[in-house]
Nanobody, 115 residues
Framework: QVQLVESGGGLVQAGGSLRLSCAASGSIFSISAMGWYRQAPGKQRELVAGMTSGGSTNYADSVKGRFTISRNNAKNTVYLQMNSLKPEDTALYYC?????????WGQGTQVTISS
């Protein structure tokens, strides 16, 4: 059974930084994409950053230049470095792995940015 475990969320002031991590445990093969999503209260879940198996990345316009997605294939881990955080970045952040046409989701980690 595959589990994604996120860590690194918390409360920081605007302008600060956080680094989220998401590690996959269990038998997961042929990961074709990894990504980070977020959902703020009353809003739909949105893609923040994604990375394909080939290393191509894409970012939501609202985070370009501030967030960076990276991975460690040997550890089946994906990271999200978040800099210059803004109050509007406050949300529950989820990681996602796509493997053999199956989506796997983490439980979410809360990120709260104070102004």
């Amino acid at each position: 059974q595959v589990q994604l475990v996120e860590s690194g969320g918390g409360l920081v002031q605007a302008g600060g930084s956080l680094r989220l991590s998401c590690a996959a445990s269990g038998s997961i093969f042929s990961i074709s994409a990894m990504g980070w999503y977020r959902q703020a209260p009353g809003k739909q879940r949105e893609l923040v950053a994604g990375m394909t198996s080939g290393g191509s990345t894409n970012y939501a316009d609202s985070v370009k230049g501030r967030f960076t997605i990276s991975r460690n294939n040997a550890k089946n881990t994906v990271y999200l470095q978040m800099n210059s955080l803004k109050p509007e970045d406050t949300a529950l952040y989820y990681c996602n792995f796509l493997s053999r046409n199956t989506d796997y989701w983490g439980q979410g980690t809360q990120v709260t940015i104070s102004s």
